[in-house]
């Protein structure tokens, strides 16, 4: 079970749990075909990313396996909400998760996402007691590979053409680190 204590800081952000208040914010991401673009729903409208805001908001704690906890990320020094965070609970008895996340591009590139992923793997591992954490993303998107092996993960499956996303065939590549590789890195 996993309860964090919030807000998390990281040097430059704040993780939180989402509220009704970050609509907008959230929108002005989600609505973009850039951030959608290997995910696998298309850019949102206001009143679908209304509808993920919600299940967001019941996402801010792991009480049971099979659970999300899903965190807003804002800048600490504006407050302006630039993406989100993700850690899944796949299993309690292989205590395995995984983690992800979605940025507004205008934020790319700055080390943004590689403290969040960070700060993932340090409830996952700390708070959480996890063994294995994953990270799975679109054969494509090699800025986010890049990103998990900058966080330690290496690199062990290339699935090919194994997902049918958007109406073509896309790769598959699974990252993953162990808790003691992890705590090894600190």
């Known amino acids: 079970m996993l309860k964090p204590s919030y807000p998390i800081r990281t040097d430059r952000l704040i993780l939180r749990p989402f509220t009704p208040g970050d609509l907008n ?3 002005a991401i989600h609505s973009l075909p ?6 696998y729903w298309e850019p949102r409208d206001l009143e679908a990313v209304r509808e993920a805001l919600t299940t967001k908001i019941t996402q801010s704690a792991l009480l049971e396996e099979g659970q999300a906890l899903t965190l807003a990320v804002e800048l ?3 407050g302006e909400l630039i993406g989100d965070g993700l850690l899944f609970w796949h299993s309690s008895l292989h205590r395995s998760g995984e983690i992800g996340y979605v940025f507004h591009p205008d934020h790319h590139g700055k080390g943004y996402a590689t403290e969040v992923a960070q700060a993932l793997l340090a409830l996952g591992f700390d708070g959480l007691d996890l063994h294995r954490i994953t990270g799975r993303l679109d054969g494509r998107n090699t800025a986010s590979a890049r990103l998990l092996e900058r966080v330690g993960m290496r690199r062990e499956a290339h699935l090919v053409e194994n997902e049918m996303v958007k109406g073509e065939w896309t790769d598959e590549l699974v990252y993953a680190i162990l808790q003691r590789e992890w705590r090894a890195r600190r």
């Open 34 to 39: 850039e951030v959608t673009r290997y995910l």
């Open 76 to 78: 600490a020094a504006t």
């Open 25 to 27: 914010g959230l929108h």
